[in-house]
């Protein structure tokens, strides 16, 4: 047993410098559906299937990229959403889900930093609490987390206690992680450990080390820690395996109010990578952001068996979301240029090219038509659409006629018009989730639906967050629910 220890310790060594090298490429991992591949499901069902036993969340989130605020709004909605499309049974039932802050920037530079700057370092890392957590299973919140753009990893508390030895004391006598000891279910899973100490309050480390990504504690101090947790580590039954292992655990230090945390891995987030515009077959000139499009599709709640329109679609990167999301959906756009300007076929191979499920029909022609609209339908058995997903256009071409009703305006008229004549475009239940752009100095209202016009298309908002571009433009997500 104290040889695969030392295994351990060997694999860790020789392998920080390629995994340090390799950070950061992006790998395709293929579709992600609602459901998680089942490695993910058979270790959210290990680590905690009873909701009698209390857990403890830890949310890693990703990094805001070049725009500060591009993102952090959007975290808790995203989250709640995916959850809801998991579980349509948790929906108004997570009110009380916060997330507290699990760092605090405890240097001694601290007051030349900007105070966004700080919230961003300190909100990296999350615990989830509120009464609601109870509600869900570690299943449930795998298959959720897998779905979100903005989380990095989810992590479920083992244990916590003062010194390494205890810690590993206190996990075999929970028998949290009996499962993939000598003799358990899953002994022969692979697995490792990987150790991180945050910030100055790390009183094993000897120099402070700032949170991110790219930071790992010392190496010594990582051999020194697994040495000491032999109790543990001494009833592993399978190997040491450190790039995607079947069991992956973390030794958290310098977290707010815990002490040393023994924590395992039990979901990433999807890897948006995979559809961004630079790697695509089809190349337009502004096409959305595959982050803001996957934030999009969560909060949209894209499930299998549900149809999904995007009325302007240009290269398809929402639809290309749904099938990421939900293979078993149907999806069809809508695009007013022609063919020269936005190849379908180039789009179809971005489709194929990535084993994704086709769109059902992308046709050529304006959504404002009621012959276009007529023909979506048709696609999809001429039913109305479950989700209605879209970033209109709101460019030169759209500002030129002052009296033309902005895009999102004359969409939720549209949804009115057709529901007056029978042959309602957005479902009962249903949602529209779109992104209205908006400069410094405009008035948001104007671009937006009026309460009688909302009242007319039978949608009620359940979103609204600000998403800033630059220090002069930002575009807001709106999103709806047909409540009729």
Request: aromatic share 6%; with cysteine; glycine share 6%.
């Amino acid at each position: 047993m104290i040889s695969r220890i030392r295994k351990n310790v060997s694999m860790i060594a020789s392998y920080h410098a390629n995994k340090r090298r390799d950070a950061g490429r992006p790998k395709y991992v293929g579709a992600c559906s609602s459901s998680v591949s089942p490695n993910e499901s058979e270790i959210a069902a290990r680590s905690s299937s009873s909701l009698d036993r209390k857990r403890e969340i830890v949310i890693h989130w990703r990094g805001e990229g070049v725009v500060e605020g591009y993102t952090i709004q959007f975290r808790k909605l995203e989250l709640q959403s995916a959850l809801s499309a998991v579980s349509p049974d948790l929906e108004g039932k997570m009110e009380d889900l916060e997330f507290t802050n699990a760092l605090s920037y405890d240097f001694d530079d601290r007051d030349v930093h900007p105070e966004k700057e700080l919230l961003l370092y300190e909100s990296g890392l999350q615990f989830m609490t509120g009464s609601s957590t109870q509600l869900i299973s570690s299943q449930v919140l795998t298959q959720a987390a897998t779905r979100c753009s903005l989380i990095r990893a989810v992590y479920e508390i083992v244990c916590e206690a003062d010194t390494y030895k205890e810690l590993s004391e206190q996990a075999v006598e929970k028998g949290t992680l009996a499962d993939v000891m000598v003799g358990g279910v899953n002994q022969n899973d692979t697995w490792c450990v990987r150790l991180r100490q945050f910030g100055s309050a790390s009183a094993d480390s000897p120099s402070a080390v700032r949170y991110g990504k790219s930071k790992r504690s010392p190496l010594r101090l990582e051999r020194e820690a697994i040495s000491l947790m032999d109790p543990l580590f001494s009833r592993m039954g399978g190997r040491v395996k450190l790039e995607d292992p079947d069991c992956k655990l973390n030794i958290f230090e310098g977290l707010i109010g815990k002490q040393k945390i023994l924590a395992r891995t039990i979901a990433s987030g999807i890897k948006t990578s995979v559809i961004r515009p630079a790697s695509r077959i089809c190349i337009t000139n502004t096409p959305l952001c595959n982050v803001a499009a996957f934030c999009m599709g969560n909060i949209a709640q894209i499930q299998n068996d549900q149809t999904v329109l995007d009325p302007f679609a240009g290269s398809c990167t929402t639809l290309l979301v749904a099938a990421m999301l939900a293979p078993g959906c149907k999806t069809v756009g809508i695009e007013l240029a022609p063919n020269y300007t936005v190849n379908r076929d180039d789009i179809r191979r971005d489709f194929s090219s990535r084993q994704l499920t086709q769109p059902v029909a992308l046709i050529e022609g304006d959504s404002t038509c009621e012959k276009i609209r007529t023909e979506a339908r048709a696609a999809v058995g001429g039913v109305a659409f479950d989700v209605i997903i879209a970033d209109p256009p709101y460019g030169i071409r759209e500002r030129m006629d002052a009296q033309e009703p902005p895009p999102l305006v004359k969409l939720v008229s549209i949804i009115a018009r057709d529901y007056e004549t029978g042959t309602p475009l957005l479902a009962k239940n249903g949602r529209l989730v779109a992104f209205v752009p908006n400069q410094l100095g405009e008035d948001l209202s104007l671009s937006m639906p009026t309460p009688r016009q909302l009242e007319d298309a039978g949608l009620k908002m359940t979103a609204l967050r600000e998403q800033p571009l630059s220090d002069v433009l930002s575009r807001w997500l709106v999103a709806y629910k047909s409540i009729r």
